[in-house]
């Protein structure tokens, strides 16, 4: 993929700086390597980017996969930045507000601004794009989502899958969807960006009570009320934030969280399902290598619905079970226990 150079005529690379090496930061730095970019990973290790820059694969999250040679990594967040026509923020939702202080200064001027961090913040319940905003003094027009069923180790197989880019800008939108498709990655524009946030960020949540239900061997008919439920939790809250229904309804609602729900390679379901076997909090942390965003998230987005005041019953049961003690048995109880009242309330 090539832009024409603003110096004169010639075209060159659409160039991509990817913040985070994590799995889905990797994964997505591939996809736009293959779409045709230039691509450069920050990361703070730099064993992890000597890697990738010499053996083209990152030994921390897929020792295996072969990146493409237009991918290089630096420890420099200057140096990543530079030129950068997308800057790509891949880093766990809750350490966002100080990192991307840190970087605002050296972000190239114009660069489009691209969330694949799926939280609420703690305290301000604030979500990322609306961090991003604050924090870089941009405005909505430059800050973009991309959400969406996009396990990462799927991704980097090449399997294929579709997501969301969102944007309040339709252009903006519609540049960064050309910027990462590919064969196997389909990416489609939407320019509700509440409504694909919330999609993305609930779901860890559900994930989270649906790993639980799976943990304690409820089955799968608790697995798809909790699936059903979840969404209209979710639905609930973006229609009194002023998010679009459909939206709910789409890969970045029903698709992100059926993904969530039922894949082991899901790290949310995974860690609830290690909570639901009887493993304490702290036991789950120490075996869980990769941040599973519902386990801070769920806080945050239990104290955004009260904000808004909209009853989200499973969230408030994951809450009490993660950070509250509760045993699941008892949560669960409580949870079946509940008044009973129609479907679409």
């Not at 604030?126 to 870089?136: D, I, L």
């Not at 290690?274 to 965003?293: P, W, Y």
Request: proline letters at 6%; charged letters at 20%.
């Amino acid at each position: 993929m090539t832009r024409p150079d603003t110096a004169g005529p010639v075209a060159r690379p659409v160039k991509a700086a990817v913040f985070g090496t994590g799995s889905w930061g990797t994964a997505f730095g591939m996809v736009l390597a293959d779409a045709g970019c230039r691509v450069t990973l920050w990361g703070r290790r730099q064993e992890v980017a000597d890697a990738i820059n010499t053996d083209r694969t990152n030994p921390d999250y897929f020792p295996g996969t072969q990146l493409p040679e237009s991918v290089r990594a630096t420890t420099d967040p200057a140096e990543a930045a530079h030129d950068a026509d997308f800057t790509v923020l891949a880093i766990p939702s809750q350490t966002l507000r100080g990192n991307l202080a840190e970087w605002a200064p050296k972000l190239a001027p114009g660069t489009v601004l691209v969330s694949l961090m799926k939280g609420i913040e703690l305290g301000s319940a604030k979500r990322m794009s609306e961090v991003v905003q604050e924090v870089a003094e941009v405005p909505e027009s430059r800050v973009a989502v991309v959400t969406g069923p996009n396990l990462a180790k799927e991704i980097v197989a090449r399997m294929p899958a579709a997501a969301v880019v969102a944007c309040r800008d339709e252009a903006v939108a519609q540049r960064l969807q050309a910027a990462c498709h590919t064969p196997y990655f389909r990416p489609y524009t939407n320019t509700d960006v509440i409504g694909c946030e919330l999609g993305g960020a609930v779901k860890n949540v559900i994930g989270l009570a649906v790993g639980i239900a799976d943990g304690m061997g409820l089955g799968d008919n608790a697995k798809g009320s909790l699936i059903t439920r979840g969404l209209a939790e979710t639905t609930r809250l973006g229609l009194a934030m002023g998010a679009d229904p459909l939206t709910f309804s789409g890969l970045a609602g029903l698709g992100d969280l059926v993904a969530t729900c039922s894949s082991p390679l899901s790290r949310n379901h995974t860690f609830g399902f290690n909570l639901g076997k009887g493993m304490t909090l702290q036991e789950t942390i120490a075996v869980t290598r990769q941040t599973a965003e519902g386990v801070k998230s769920c806080e945050s987005v239990l104290d955004l619905a009260r904000r808004h005041g909209v009853d989200m019953p499973i969230t408030e049961t994951v809450v009490g079970i993660v950070h509250e003690g509760k045993p699941p048995m008892v949560a669960l109880k409580e949870l079946m226990s509940r008044a009973a009242k129609p479907e679409r309330r």
